[in-house]
């Protein structure tokens, strides 16, 4: 019997697990897992803190149990794998119950990545946060729980939480203006606290066009969050707990601190066992997402894809991938080779009640780096008919090279619940078929009164854009 292992239990892991046993039920599958929860959506973290999502349970999408009883999947949480051998093709893992020892004839590294600790003193303070694991999730909800009343919440999950939770009462603040700060800023200030977000470039969502990242700073502002851009934050000062974030413009109290600058790809474990990383720092792999070890794959977060538009190596640590590549590892362990597919950077993103999507190359310099010259218009439209009671404005930049019209990339803003989002799935076809703007003005979308404008907004940013190339 042929022997697939899995490092990881989320996304990745989990999703290659349950296809390479289902497509072949002979093949033993064995999943390493060191913490106590797979399977499970980190994306909802912020609206669980929030209070949307009552329960961590409900983020988890298949439980240990389900993968052992009904996927006959041997599952071992609380086991850290800390050595590869591939001469010998074994892994170690160690547990509570000791040290085990585990041959494989495939095996997939899906080791994730974690939150970036900047290095910025007083990190170590208490009141001083990372959203990173599901524990970190409910350490937060324990410190957001407090102001709510037992009307509103139920008791959240009890955890290792901080033991000043009951002194804690002031204003809060946000080192980092990506998805998780602005995510966050809305879930900390529902529960009633004040909300101070720093950012050390000179915008917010810097993944995003500049016109998206303007229109969700005015809004983070409207909803009393103080934004401040081109703010280095030095320091978190304070003598046992946090009490001040320091800039180099000066102190702003604060009696707890969110740290949310990024993540890094997980690659120690791959990298003491002889696998390659590549340019981006993620596990090299190519489109089978296979290392250059024989028989050795990595995927989601910890491993790289290559870009729909530029052909290079990216590190792309969203869901979507990790599960549609972990998929493909678990097919063609099964015996059907399966590439991963590419990827095109698309994401989404919500604040209070804006929404914001982007895919594809927005940033003119890795544009002209990848060959093109691109060039980027930005358009405003409404996003129903106008004589409908309802509806409201959805902001377009297009990215495109100038010469050929192929459109790079996209991104857009609107109200929350008048499609920016869904809007965005036009410009992902566009950007990995490598459709030129003219075609894209002929896309035949949708159109009904309750729902759209004649023209999209998507349809009249491309008509834009061409007449100016």
Known sequence: MSTFVVVGGDA???????KAKRDDPDLDVVVFEKGEWVSYGACGLPYYVKGEIQSLDDLVSVTPEEFREERDVDLRTGHEVVDVDPESRVVTAQSDDGELRQEY???LVATGAEAVTPSIEGM???????????????DLREYVGRARSDEDLQQPDRGPACQFLETCNGPVGIVGGGYIGVEMAEAIAANGFEVHLFQRGDRILKEFSEATSEAVLDHLRDEDVAVYLGEEVEGLAGRDRVEAVVTGDGRVPVEMVLVGTGVRPRTDL??????????TG??????YRET?????????DCAEAEHVVTGEPAHVPLALTANRHGRAVGKTVAGEPTEGGRVAGTAAVKAFEMEAARTGVLDHERAREAGFEPMTETIDAKSRAGYYPEGGTVRVTLTVDRPSGRVLGGSLASEYGEGAVHRSHALVGAVTEGVAVDELSNYDLAYAPPFNTTWDPVLTAAKVVDGKR
Do not use: K, Q
Not at 282 to 287: L, S
Not at 292 to 300: C, H
């Open 292 to 300: 250059n070890v024989p028989d050795v794959y990595a995927a989601g």
């Open 282 to 287: 993620a596990i090299a792999t190519d489109a």
């Open 12 to 18: 990745a892991g989990m999703s290659a697990a349950s």
């Open 124 to 138: 170590d303070r208490e009141g001083v946060y990372t959203l990173g694991s599901m524990s970190d999730g409910r």
């Open 270 to 279: 791959a990298e003491d066992a002889g696998i390659e990383l590549g340019e």
């Open 105 to 107: 004839d495939h095996l």
